[in-house]
């Protein structure tokens, strides 16, 4: 069984799909039963994509705006976006 500090370490290769199927796996059953743990690759998860949407899209918000919550996130991620 794996500890959470060890979950906190092969996040990033989790969400990267670097880990083996076996580690993968290990991290799933940790994950199904670990409710902190869960919240934060989900968080971890989000960001990612966040990040991605954000280096993709150079437009002002449109729809994604309706979500507030959503729309503030991406503005703060878009402030650490380095001005090209
Ligand atoms: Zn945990």
Redesign the pocket.
């Known amino acids: 069984m794996?500890?959470?500090k060890e979950?906190a370490e092969r996040s990033s290769a989790l969400i990267d799909g670097e880990l083996s199927a076996w580690n993968a796996l290990q991290i799933r059953v940790?994950?199904a039963?670990?409710n902190?743990?869960?919240r934060?690759i989900a968080q971890m998860r989000m960001t990612d994509q966040l990040t991605a949407q954000v280096a993709r899209i150079d437009e002002p918000l449109q729809h994604e705006a309706e979500d507030g919550r959503f729309a503030e996130i991406l503005s703060m991620l878009r402030k650490d976006q380095p001005r090209r």
């Open positions: 794996l500890s959470c979950i940790h994950l039963m670990c902190g743990c869960s934060f």
